[in-house]
């Protein structure tokens, strides 16, 4: 029934039509692959001296502070999100279908807003703390007050924007499991509570371990968060070898300890992935009733459920714009214009260049299945276990390289300065977006594209259509929703991506994100909250496309 496409692209017209896609997919693919190269080839040319500074100096520091936020997020994320899911997916409470929707909405947070957020409250100067000592009548050094910049508050202001990931994909897995075996359970004598330690958590775990891996590798990728709280980890130490001791050995040896860290993740995710198969959708003999709960039972589940919402939505958005009508920041000015019209122009370009590229990667796969493009599609992946920091130093190196020989070798031909051509361009940090994110485009696109049959395309064949002409025809159209999801995933990301832009961003173009970090800094917190309030107020559309298919789970 289900025929591959093969046979029909033979013809030498269709040749030529498939060379085009096939030539951008492995381009966006060699792409993605330079970072990685460039930073171990910078890493390992850089002399051993370096290396030995690193490991009596920082490097352990760096290490241990990594391993313990990774460790916290880890249990943080798996204890919020797959509780919740839980109570939302197989209970039934007051409220539930309210806040099944409204788990997912910490994700629009950038995990840095929040740090900003809580510090103005939490911090000494703060007004829970400033209460406290009216109340009491303490003075400075009178009590004890838990530190909100410490490795803990970055942690938990990371677990806050994260655990949607575990989340979603355990409340996907939960919804698929067959009610029979959970049945089963509870006619052996079970409770609901030992039925679901003992059955539908382990059924799930694939899907839970594959999001923990997520959140781990966005912890690990975060700087903001741990810049302003003053957490020394991989992210921070590559920013400040980079831009403030000026030592671009170091820095790229610290990339090179964060990606084989990262790239060790990206393969436990996908051999998580693959062993994914503990049940059959298709093959569910019962699904179960709900479980109605009353009483305290309820009022645990409706608290459980909604300190997450609370604490990682609705009150930093109430701060955050409390904050922003006290400070004098002024979106309508020319100079915050500006910050709003460079976001735009960079999260735009790139998400169409992003989007693009996930095309004529998934694409190529799809009609030239092969080594190649199996090969072309896992590089292009890559990207999203690569931290923003990690990318810019390894596109910045070898372009930097080229840009200084071509200058010399134009000087000394024609005695002409040729400057940076490359280097500090726009065009560059575009490209970091494009490796950063396209695996989130990449997955948008695949996903929809499973609804493609490849009859469509045999009969777009037979009908002497070309293969750039069966995508712009037949797929296109069809793909229109995943295509539009996936332009707005990318749009969101790249509004709140902060180490390339700070490390790669051209001489005096500055977003909304920069301009939030430096406010920050310089702890002028009232001004930061009102770009950051913006960038939140744009990652609420992707998230509100999340909720609706959120909301359609059953």
């Known amino acids: 029934m289900t025929s591959t496409t093969e046979p029909a692209l033979r013809p030498t017209k269709s040749r030529d039509g498939l060379r085009g896609l096939s030539v951008i997919a492995i381009f966006a693919a060699a792409v993605c692959a330079l970072p990685m190269i460039a930073v171990g080839l910078a890493a390992f040319g850089g002399g051993t001296d370096t290396v030995r500074h690193l490991v009596d100096t920082v490097l352990g520091e760096y290490t241990r502070t990594t391993l313990a936020l990774v ?62 000592r009216d109340v ?45 075996t959970f049945l089963a359970a509870r006619a052996l004598g079970k409770s609901p509570w030992a039925a679901f330690f003992k059955v539908s958590l382990p059924l799930a775990r694939p899907a839970i371990a594959a999001g923990v891996l997520l959140a781990v590798m966005e912890t690990i990728a975060d700087f903001g968060t741990v810049a302003y709280f003053g957490v020394q980890t991989f992210a921070t130490g590559i920013y400040t070898a980079w831009f403030s001791l000026f030592d671009r050995t170091g820095a790229a040896q610290l990339a090179l300890c964060l990606l084989s860290f990262a790239l060790l993740l990206a393969m436990l995710e996908r051999m998580q992935r693959g062993r994914a198969k503990y049940h059959d959708p298709a093959r569910q003999a019962q699904q179960m009733a709900p479980i109605e709960l009353t009483g305290w039972n309820a009022i645990f589940a409706q608290v459980l459920c909604g300190v997450p919402v609370l604490f990682g939505a609705v009150l930093p958005v ?101 400057g940076l051509l490359v280097t500090g361009s726009i065009w560059l940090l575009i490209a970091a977006y494009m490796v950063r994110f396209l695996a989130a485009a990449l997955g948008a696109y695949e996903g929809g ?97 999340i909720c609706r298919q959120v909301g359609r789970g059953k």
């Open 136 to 180: 009491m009548g303490w003075g400075p050094r009178d009590y004890w007050f838990p530190d909100i910049r410490s490795l803990g508050g970055a942690a938990l202001m990371l677990t806050l924007v994260l655990y949607p990931y575990v989340y979603l994909l355990a409340r996907a897995a939960f919804l698929q499991q067959s009610g029979t």
């Open 71 to 132: 460790l916290l997020v880890s249990l943080g994320t798996f204890c919020i999100g797959v509780g919740a899911a839980w109570l939302v997916t197989m209970t039934r409470f007051t409220g539930a279908r309210l806040l099944e929707v409204a788990l997912v909405l910490p994700l629009a947070f950038p995990a840095y807003v929040l740090a900003y957020a809580y510090t103005n409250v939490l911090d000494h100067p703060g007004i829970v703390q400033t209460t406290l």
């Open 318 to 418: 109430f701060v955050l714009f409390s904050m922003g009508l006290g400070s004098e920041q002024n979106l309508l000015s020319p100079r915050y214009l500006g910050f709003i019209r460079n976001s735009l122009t960079l999260a735009g370009i790139a998400a169409v260049v992003t989007v693009s590229a996930a095309v004529a990667v998934g694409f190529f796969q799809r009609l030239r299945p092969g080594r190649v493009s199996r090969s072309t599609g896992y590089i292009a992946r890559l990207g999203y276990a690569v931290p923003g920091g990690v990318i810019a130093v390894g596109l910045m190196v070898p372009f930097a390289m080229f840009d200084n020989a071509l200058d010399a070798w134009m000087r000394t031909t024609f005695d002409i300065s040729t």
């Open 449 to 545: 594209q499973a609804m493609v049959h490849a009859n469509m395309d045999a009969a777009a064949r037979s009908l002497g259509q070309t293969p750039v002409g069966t995508l712009r025809r037949v797929h296109l159209p069809i793909l229109a929703p995943s295509l539009l999801t996936a332009l707005l995933i990318v749009f969101v990301d790249v509004m709140k991506e902060l180490p390339a832009t700070l490390i790669m961003r051209p001489f005096n173009f500055d977003t909304l994100a920069v301009q939030a970090y430096r406010l920050a800094s310089d702890e002028r917190l009232d001004g930061a909250a009102v770009p950051s309030l913006v960038i939140v107020a744009m990652g609420l559309l992707p998230v509100i496309l």
